[in-house]
Nanobody, 122 residues
Framework: QLQLVESGGGLVQPGGSLRLSCTAS????????IGWFRQAPGKGREGVSC????????KYIDSVKGRFTISRDNAKNTVYLQMNSLKPEDTGVYYC???????????????WGQGTQVTVYS
């Protein structure tokens, strides 16, 4: 199964910013809903944000609204997650994945990447 590739994670202090990237070499991302998910230690995978195939609609979980922004660059076949005002509770492994369904439920997504670690430390 073809995988998406995440990058851009790292260590950051509270209030800091990171921009995550999700790309693929053999999948045209703008044909799919692309979602960002995260998994904190000892917890399940949580949908964070998703963007529609036409980029007209975005969705966020309440805890990141106003702080995170999802976007696409179709020319680069890349989806971004700009994360500002980061908090320790944002810590986790962040994944991107593709779906044909407009939802943040991880069960409908495929082509999961290996993830990128985000650690917000004080």
């Amino acid at each position: 199964q073809l995988q998406l590739v995440e990058s851009g994670g790292g260590l950051v202090q509270p209030g800091g910013s990171l921009r995550l990237s999700c790309t693929a070499s053999k999948i045209t991302l703008n044909r799919y809903v692309i979602g960002w998910f995260r998994q904190a230690p000892g917890k399940g995978r949580e949908g964070v944000s998703c963007i529609s195939s036409a980029s007209r609609v975005t969705k966020y979980i309440d805890s990141v609204k106003g702080r995170f922004t999802i976007s696409r660059d179709n020319a680069k076949n890349t989806v971004y997650l700009q994360m500002n005002s980061l908090k320790p509770e944002d810590t986790g492994v962040y994944y991107c994945a593709a779906s044909t369904v407009w939802t943040l439920s991880p069960t409908t997504y495929t082509n999961w990447g290996q993830g990128t670690q985000v650690t917000v430390y004080s």
